[in-house]
């Protein structure tokens, strides 16, 4: 595990040694950590971005398609190791499953699944390994700040992770009000799925964190949700109309794609989008970074989505 001391979002350098032994409540259970970490592995999405931003490298990380590129290693990242002369961690097989011998074999004295979706099963089997600390709340749901918090009380570094959260969210705050269009949207999420519009839920990281930028989910969303705990539900195409919002929110990784989408009949008669009101991010990288964001992928790849979404806020209020 390598130190970044004060890179990017002012990680800062105290030592950790005093906050152990650690208790951590997850989904499954609690979770000690009874010495500082030496050697941390993660899983699921985020985790490691969250400890690197708070000037940790992880043993081993999983490998990342989406938005990774050839060796699995999403930008943000790559540019926190480049700025720090670190190396690239061990990259784990990612094919839905944690690769249980891949990670004993790195000796991980921490796996953080903090931003997962972990089965109780594969919990034991990585709390065999090391101590495991996974999601709180529903599956893939955990918002930015609280990973962050986690990851920083998880390392010894509780201080410096809600400073993190604290310098990241007035950022986001002083980029927003540059764009007073912004102000009282409402919005809906979705994506062109499988023969249905997949609609992202209430809970879901991606709405939470419009939410907590003082944009408002229209209370379509949630009236028209299914029964559960999913974090999106279809809908059909013949229902659509039914999702309000002034603006529409969706993300596709080609340019090709998604004018695909807008061709169809059904698109193209949606008020928020007849309106002007689309919210289009595009590319693969682009939709990584927000979907859903870290601490640290929110400096690489904000900016541009803030820009999407103000121009569509924009279009409908002027």
């Known amino acids: 595990m390598l130190a970044l001391g004060a890179y990017v979002l002012g990680a800062l350098a105290a030592s950790a040694q005093s906050v152990f032994p650690v208790t951590i409540e997850h989904v499954y259970g609690q979770t000690t950590i009874e010495a500082e970490p030496q050697r941390i ?19 081993g990380i999983p490998f990342q398609s989406y938005g990774g590129g050839d060796d699995g290693i999403q930008p943000w990242i790559e540019e926190a190791l480049d700025a720090a002369g670190a190396p690239a961690p061990t990259m784990l097989d990612n094919t839905g499953e944690p690769p249980v011998e891949q ?22 089997l990585l709390s065999a390994i090391a101590p495991t600390v996974a999601y709180t709340g529903e599956a893939w749901s955990t918002p930015w700040q ?16 809600e400073a993190l ?23 809906a999420s979705a994506n062109d799925y499988d023969g249905a519009i997949a609609v992202y839920a209430p809970f879901d990281a991606r709405m939470k964190f419009l939410t907590d930028l003082g944009l408002e989910l229209d209370p379509s969303v949630a009236e028209l949700a299914p029964a559960g705990g999913e974090f999106f539900y279809s809908l059909s195409y013949e229902l659509f109309d039914e999702l309000k919002g002034d603006i529409f929110v969706t993300y596709y990784e080609e340019q090709s794609a998604l004018d695909e989408f807008l061709a169809k009949a059904y698109a193209q008669t949606y008020p928020p989008i007849r309106n002007g009101g689309l919210a289009a991010l595009v590319g693969t990288e682009n939709v990584a970074a927000v979907s859903p964001p870290s601490a640290l992928s929110l400096r690489w790849g904000f900016p541009t989505y803030l820009g999407v979404l103000a121009e569509a806020a924009e279009n409908v209020t002027n």
């Open 41 to 59: 592995g993660t899983w699921g999405w985020g985790n490691e971005d969250a400890a690197i931003a708070l000037g940790v490298v992880p043993v």
């Open 103 to 124: 990670i004993a074999a790195l000796q991980p004295d921490l796996i953080l699944a903090v931003f997962s979706g972990i089965t109780e099963e594969q919990y034991a």
């Open 146 to 161: 609280e990973v962050t918090r986690i990851v920083g009380n998880a390392i010894g570094k509780p201080e410096e992770g």
């Open 165 to 187: 959260v604290a310098q990241t969210e007035q950022w986001l705050a002083d980029e927003v009000a540059k764009h007073p269009a912004l102000e009282e949207i409402t919005f």
